[in-house]
């Protein structure tokens, strides 16, 4: 078997690297622009434009996870953040069967507390929850 990931940055790598070694990840997917998963938000300078989250994880429990994994912040992760947690809230609403979630991981935090499991992901990285 061939397995590959490709990674906008070397923090995606780690992390992609991290879910590889999960247990409680069935699979998961890097997002990016072939795969044309995107939500259109609007900038901190008030302009629209597209956001492409990090990744797509589905775990052993069916859940499907949108992660977005940050090494430096910068204006735009707070609006981008919110427009994600609204894509889920929709998408929970209407469809069956599969429950979506989205996690924002950043690296200063993953590497000080090193979490073992997406689970532990889940707990731990809650930043942006509610």
Known sequence: MFNRTIGDSGFELEFAAFM???DDVAAYAKNYLAVQFKLDYVQANGELSNYFPDFLVKLVDGRIIIAE???Q???DVAPKIKRLRQWCEDVNRVAT???YDFVFVDQVAFE?????TFTDVLAAFTRFEG
């Open 69 to 71: 994994t940050k090494g």
């Open 73 to 75: 912040e910068d204006m």
């Open 97 to 99: 069967g599969r429950m």
């Open 112 to 116: 000080k507390y090193k979490p073992r």
């Open 20 to 22: 590889e070694r999960c």
